[in-house]
């Protein structure tokens, strides 16, 4: 009689236990849960940790996470007031912030990424094609440094006042976004510009302006190097002619001073007496000898010359 009623104690309390298992749930942290009932919610979001029970079998609960999400959008091809065509690529964040109206309306986080592209995408179509791109490129009117190499066109350009700025633009479409998604259960937290590029079309003509213009002032400068280049050779040349003039002044003086005062020691030799004229005479023969003959020369003398005159005695000798 006993052990049928262990079995009985044990199949209830199996029982007793899937029931439990069956009903408990455990919600964390990032998590809020909705209770449906057939796919109807029963009662209100329960945010708050811990566990929590309901009905087994016929009621199920639904996790959503209360944390802020994130959205990155796909990059768009979008025209500019100015008519310029441009890559725009942006992320968001987001949160679940009525989840009850988040399940009736989406059911997923699935299907609202897919509703977050629709509504951000669009928006910021819209507000580019509201505003030119030097509205979308900057954020404020801070001064710039003049650049000597810029032109005309091209500083009016660069320095135009913005009236409204990146951010101003950002927050545009987060405030057009926001009453769509609220009704939608979403918070959308904040939106940014991710990346702004021309499309390859103009991409490939700011190239080449920029491949040009780099050009032109390498050729400024390089003319300009060319031009003080030559003034320095000219300088050069300047310097070095005067430098070899004023040697070559300095070098005929010397040397005519010393041609005097040589001249003069000859002089006072030669007026000394007979016999220093005389070898002074022999001196300057010989010197001339040596000048005016070589090895090779044949020469054909007079008698009576004074060239003659010392081969003459010598020969007499």
Same mark, same amino acid.
């Given at each position: 009689m006993r052990q049928p009623k262990y079995l009985l104690y044990a199949v209830l309390g199996v029982a007793a236990l899937i029931l439990i298992l069956a009903s408990a749930f455990v919600v964390n942290e990032a998590q809020q849960v909705i209770v449906t009932r057939f796919g109807e919610p029963v009662r209100d979001p329960i945010t708050t940790p %811990? =566990? !929590?029970? /309901?009905?087994?079998?016929?009621?199920?609960? @639904?996790? +959503?996470? /209360?944390?802020?999400?994130?959205?990155? %959008?796909d990059p768009n091809q979008v025209p500019t007031k100015d008519k310029r065509f441009i890559w725009v690529d942006c992320y968001g964040r987001w949160r679940i912030k009525n989840s009850l109206l988040f399940l009736e309306r989406l059911q997923n986080e699935e299907r609202a990424q897919t509703r977050l592209d629709d509504i951000l995408d669009g928006e910021t179509r819209n507000a =580019?094609? @509201? !505003?030119?791109?030097v509205e979308v490129i900057r954020s404020t009117?801070?001064?710039? #440094?003049?650049?000597?190499?810029?032109?005309? %066109?091209?500083?009016?350009?660069? +320095?135009? /006042? =913005?009236?409204?700025?990146?951010? &101003? =633009?950002?927050?545009?479409?987060?405030?057009?976004?926001?009453?769509k998604l609220d009704s939608l259960g979403i918070e959308l937290l904040d939106l940014r510009f991710k990346r702004i590029n021309y499309v390859e079309a103009v991409q490939q003509k700011i190239y080449e302006r920029m491949i040009t213009e780099r050009k032109r002032i390498a050729d400024k400068y390089r003319s300009e190097g060319q031009g003080e280049a030559s003034k320095i050779l000219g300088d050069k040349e300047r310097d070095l &002619? #005067?430098?070899?003039?004023?040697?070559? /002044?300095?070098? #005929?003086?010397?040397? %005519? &001073?010393?041609?005097?005062?040589?001249?003069?020691?000859?002089?006072?030799?030669?007026? @000394?007496?007979?016999?220093? @004229?005389?070898?002074?005479?022999?001196? &300057?023969?010989?010197?001339?000898y040596?000048?005016?003959?070589?090895? #090779?020369?044949?020469?054909?003398?007079?008698?009576?010359?004074d060239f003659f005159k010392f081969l003459q005695n010598q020969s007499g000798r």
């Open positions: %811990g =566990i !929590h029970f /309901k009905m087994p079998f016929i009621e199920d609960a @639904r996790y +959503f996470d /209360k944390r802020f999400l994130e959205w990155d %959008g =580019i094609a @509201r !505003h030119d791109l009117n801070r001064e710039f #440094q003049a650049s000597d190499d810029l032109e005309a %066109g091209e500083e009016s350009e660069i +320095f135009v /006042k =913005i009236q409204v700025g990146r951010d &101003k =633009i950002t927050r545009m479409i987060i405030e057009t976004a926001a009453p &002619k #005067q430098i070899e003039s004023e040697a070559f /002044k300095t070098a #005929q003086e010397i040397r %005519g &001073k010393a041609d005097a005062e040589a001249t003069a020691i000859y002089a006072a030799a030669y007026d @000394r007496n007979a016999d220093s @004229r005389e070898f002074y005479r022999f001196l &300057k023969t010989m010197e001339t040596e000048t005016a003959l070589s090895e #090779q020369d044949w020469l054909i003398l007079s008698t009576q010359s």
